[in-house]
């Protein structure tokens, strides 16, 4: 049975997607705990980043890495990363902007409008 995020990737489920390559998919978090709280998953269904194959475990990180720089331009706030991997059994970077609505562990409710206005600050088009 496909993950959610699978789910997501192959657009069964809709998302607040800032970014897709060839082999990672961004959007944002539907219980963000900041503004522009971010998902970066490989598109290939993994359980853990660690039983990743190198090729896409390295196209994860890069993808996350290219995010939180431009997530830190557009915010002008430090960006975290979490890997947690209890909830979705599919690997994933939490990125979030440390800004004045993050604390940890609380969640924030948004409005899909909200939601929107973020993803179009944060979209990033995949580079040619």
């Given at each position: 049975m496909s993950s959610i995020f699978t789910k997501?990737?192959?657009?069964?489920?809709?998302?607040?997607k800032i970014y897709e390559d060839d082999k990672t998919y961004?959007?944002?978090?539907i219980h963000p705990e900041s503004k522009g709280h971010t998902l970066v998953i490989p598109k290939n269904e993994v359980d853990k980043i660690y039983d990743l194959a190198d090729e896409d475990y390295h196209a994860l990180?890069?993808?996350?890495k290219k995010l939180a720089?431009?997530?830190?331009?557009?915010?002008?706030?430090?960006?975290?990363?979490?890997?947690?991997?209890?909830d979705v059994p599919h690997a994933h970077i939490h990125l979030m902007p440390l800004d004045e609505t993050w604390e940890y562990g609380k969640t924030l409710e948004l409005e899909p409008k909200e939601f929107e206005e973020i993803r179009a600050k944060l979209e990033l088009k995949e580079e040619a």
């Amino acid at each position: 049975m496909s993950s959610i995020f699978t789910k997501i990737v192959n657009g069964e489920i809709p998302s607040y997607k800032i970014y897709e390559d060839d082999k990672t998919y961004a959007f944002l978090d539907i219980h963000p705990e900041s503004k522009g709280h971010t998902l970066v998953i490989p598109k290939n269904e993994v359980d853990k980043i660690y039983d990743l194959a190198d090729e896409d475990y390295h196209a994860l990180m890069a993808t996350a890495k290219k995010l939180a720089k431009h997530m830190e331009e557009v915010f002008g706030s430090r960006t975290i990363w979490k890997v947690v991997g209890t909830d979705v059994p599919h690997a994933h970077i939490h990125l979030m902007p440390l800004d004045e609505t993050w604390e940890y562990g609380k969640t924030l409710e948004l409005e899909p409008k909200e939601f929107e206005e973020i993803r179009a600050k944060l979209e990033l088009k995949e580079e040619a």
